[in-house]
């Protein structure tokens, strides 16, 4: 009796000074302290009240206030992938050029710009010379009529050329040939490149298809540089071109 005056004495003691109540318990049977979590007094061994065991009574309060909710880690990996791969494509599909474009791209600038009339601009024909394994071009010339068709003469084939400044000044040479209905002579109307053949259309500075059943097939891009007053070609370039259709 005089031992459970003393515990009962203490457990005041303990909630006078403020600590948690809930770390410390006392068996109602026999009045030892028994440790958190303990089903059983371990002193008389009595079998001790389900409220008497901390965080074992399984209320709503408790699976709120004593439990976190752990991330789905798993779900979370899975989004960051799905975030990436979508990124990559996007990235992929917006800077990947079409092999026109990538052509254009690398050509020399010889102008600061240009505009042609809406009205048709047909190409004026130039000769151009074999050197060295160069096709050569007169800068000025292109310069001065803006756009051009000249035939490469081979040993064993002839094959049509073209020049023209785009309207970002620069110099664009190609195949001269719409290959699906083989024509070989084109004209300018503002900012489109045109088949004098099937009509269809392209736009003048990237070759990026506009209108036209021939569209896939622009006349194909061969590249060029400039060397003083003259535009160079490889030879071999245009001998190794393959029409595509």
């Given at each position: ?21 809930d ?10 302290k028994?440790?958190p ?14 409220q ?35 990124g990559?494509l ?10 026109e ?99 269809s ?33 490889d ?11």
């Amino acid at each position: 009796m005089k031992k459970l005056i003393l515990n009962t004495a203490e457990e005041k003691s303990n909630k006078k000074n403020g600590r948690d109540n809930d770390m410390v318990r006392f068996c109602p049977n026999c009045g030892n302290k028994i440790e958190p979590g303990s089903k059983f007094c371990g002193s008389c061994g009595s079998s001790l009240p389900k409220q008497t065991v901390p965080g074992s009574d399984g209320s709503k309060k408790e699976i709120v206030l004593g439990q976190t909710k752990k991330p789905n880690y798993k779900i979370l990996i899975t989004i960051f992938y799905v975030a990436v791969l979508a990124g990559s494509l996007f990235y992929y599909f917006a800077t990947t050029m079409t092999k026109e474009e990538m052509v254009i791209s690398e050509q020399p600038e010889v102008l600061s710009g240009i505009e042609y009339p809406s009205s048709r601009y047909d190409m004026q024909p130039v000769e151009a010379q074999v050197e060295n394994g160069k096709i050569i071009l007169p800068l000025d010339e292109v310069l001065d009529k803006k756009f051009v068709r000249f035939v490469y003469k081979g040993t064993t084939s002839e094959i049509p050329l073209l020049a023209y400044i785009s309207e970002e000044g620069k110099l664009i040479t190609s195949i001269s040939m719409c290959e699906p209905c083989n024509s070989t002579t084109f004209h300018i109307s503002g900012n489109k490149l045109i088949c004098n053949s099937c009509g269809s259309t392209w736009d003048l500075n990237d070759l990026d298809a506009i209108s036209g059943s021939c569209g896939k097939y622009p006349p194909d891009p061969i590249p060029s540089s400039v060397n003083g007053n003259k535009i160079q070609i490889d030879e071999s370039a245009v001998l190794n071109w393959k029409r595509r259709v």
